[in-house]
């Protein structure tokens, strides 16, 4: 039997390196120094003046494209052009500098002055004079993305912002504006608590996701209020929702899941489920391990049960993320019953299991038309930990099923030999297959028999999955390239 452990709390993820901090200045009305010394200023110049800023120009020389902006409407009295260098004492007053210059001695002095008035620096085109950097923009304002390489890769950064401008629509700049003149108004209701005001902003979002290209009116607002208000006491109530995080790989994670995972209050954790998949989860999410490893430490369920019910009587936004599929061997039926017995709301999203990640990346056709009538889940182990006792062996035994056998690693020598004894051929292709669509995958092909004799001596760790079936017969075909293993030899 596994060793108890209760429900604890999981320490977050500390957020990895970032190159630069991404900051995002409020520049109305402050005053910018620009030295327009080399090449490459003008756009900056805009750049500033439509972020609101009031921008000094500095150009001994200055050219026409510059003249042209700063008499441009657009800008009037935003841009101020002086035909001379720039001096220390212009910098006074400055909320932050940017130069262009053609040497690294008059990128060094400008840089030094300015970090000696206290005002922060950016020589174009020379990141070790910069204090700040410019990314590439994606411009849906006031809704504002920035895209930043490090200077590393600027027309990778450019590329990346030629994607996401093509996935953006234009229309997200009218939600976003009808969002800032909305916001304070809904925040100074007495009438709605901070739930219903949260609820309010899903509701929008749901309406600016579903029609991105129409200008939101002020009849949007009285409708949205109006469905939130139909919503009643139900806003105020905790909710569960069990959510299948896949087998592994982050990018199999449903929409559905991705969103679950960024409105929960409190997610439990299986310890099966990848860690890169909490990278979707809403960071202020409090996150909670639950589950267990095979043979080790495990939660009791009815204590997970409680804790579930629990926090969502208390109001919270329950996710129970599960590993694969929350139906398929996840214990759903128990957490379910509890959620209806407490009349907590619950909502199941489907996940990839484990055998069809797997099936994925091996490229194996589980129904076969001409060689699989059908495909059947098993699993391992019983609640004892051992092999169950019911199993149909007559079923196991079809050559014209595929069978996928979950959690095996401690009962498969004893499943193989009650299923060949069933009369499943000994030569039944066999595939083990641990940590399924992971980075750390790893690969056995065998035969029912051969796996049997090998699979007790292998070290790795886990979660197991093993394939059986007829079906599987052209997979067992491994060229010596691929990084997988053949029972009795090494590819």
């Not at 921008?55 to 050219?63: E, F, I, M, R, S």
């Not at 996150?287 to 804790?307: D, F, S």
């Not at 091996?362 to 889940?377: D, E, F, K, M």
Request: aromatic share 6%; charged share 25%.
């Amino acid at each position: 039997m596994s060793e108890p452990r209760k429900p604890s709390e999981a320490k977050p993820a500390r957020m990895g390196r970032l190159a630069r901090l991404p900051v995002f200045y409020a520049l109305e009305g402050k005053r910018v120094l620009v030295a327009a010394n080399g090449m490459g200023a003008v756009w900056k110049v805009e750049l500033l003046a439509a972020a609101g800023a009031h921008v000094d120009v500095y150009a001994p020389k200055p050219g026409a494209d510059l003249l042209e902006l700063a008499n441009d409407e657009a800008f009037a009295g935003k841009i101020a052009v002086h035909a001379r260098s720039w001096s220390e004492r212009d910098l006074s007053g400055a909320t932050m500098a940017v130069g262009t210059f053609r040497t690294d001695e008059e990128s060094e002095s400008f840089a030094r002055a300015a970090r000696a008035a206290g005002v922060p620096v950016n020589v174009i085109d020379k990141p070790a004079f910069c204090d700040f950097a410019f990314g590439s923009i994606v411009n849906r304002s006031p809704l504002v993305i920035g895209i930043s390489t490090d200077g590393a890769a600027p027309v990778f950064g450019q590329a990346i912002r030629a994607k996401i401008e093509a996935m953006l629509p234009m229309g997200f700049a009218g939600w976003a504006e009808a969002a800032r003149r909305w916001r304070g108004v809904l925040q100074s209701a007495d009438e709605f608590s901070f739930a219903a005001r949260r609820r309010f902003w899903q509701l929008f979002t749901a309406r600016a996701l579903a029609e991105p290209n129409r200008a939101p009116e002020q009849d949007d607002y009285a409708s949205l209020l109006a469905e939130l208000r139909t919503e009643g006491a139900r806003v105020e109530q905790g909710s569960v929702t069990l959510v299948g995080a896949g087998p592994g790989d982050p990018e199999l994670l449903t929409l559905r899941a991705v969103r679950a995972l960024q409105s929960a209050d409190v997610i439990l954790i299986d310890d099966l489920v990848s860690a890169d998949v909490l990278d979707f989860a809403r960071r202020e999410a409090k996150k909670m391990l639950v589950g267990k490893t095979g043979g080790g430490p495990a939660c009791k369920q009815n204590e997970i049960n409680e804790l579930m019910v629990s926090l969502a009587k208390k109001g919270k936004r329950v996710v129970r993320l599960k590993g694969g599929d929350p139906m398929i061997f996840g214990r759903a039926g128990e957490e379910i019953e509890a959620c209806r017995l407490a009349e907590i709301p619950i909502e199941v999203v489907p996940g990839i299991t484990a055998a069809q990640g797997a099936a994925s990346r091996l490229q194996i056709s589980l129904t076969h038309r001409l060689r699989a009538r059908r495909i059947q889940y098993v699993t391992g182990h019983a609640a004892n930990g051992k092999l169950p006792e019911n199993i149909d062996w007559r079923s196991i035994a079809d050559p014209a099923a595929v069978t996928a056998i979950y959690m095996p690693s401690r009962t498969f020598v004893e499943f193989s030999a009650q299923a060949e004894a069933a009369g499943l051929a000994a030569g039944t292709p066999a595939i083990a297959i641990w940590n399924a669509t992971r980075p750390g995958q790893s690969v056995l092909r065998s035969t029912l028999r051969e796996m049997r004799e090998v699979l007790p001596e292998r070290s790795e760790q886990g979660p197991l999955l093993i394939l059986l079936g007829e079906a599987l017969s052209e997979t067992l075909a491994v060229s010596e390239s691929e990084p997988e293993q053949r029972a009795g030899r090494v590819a």
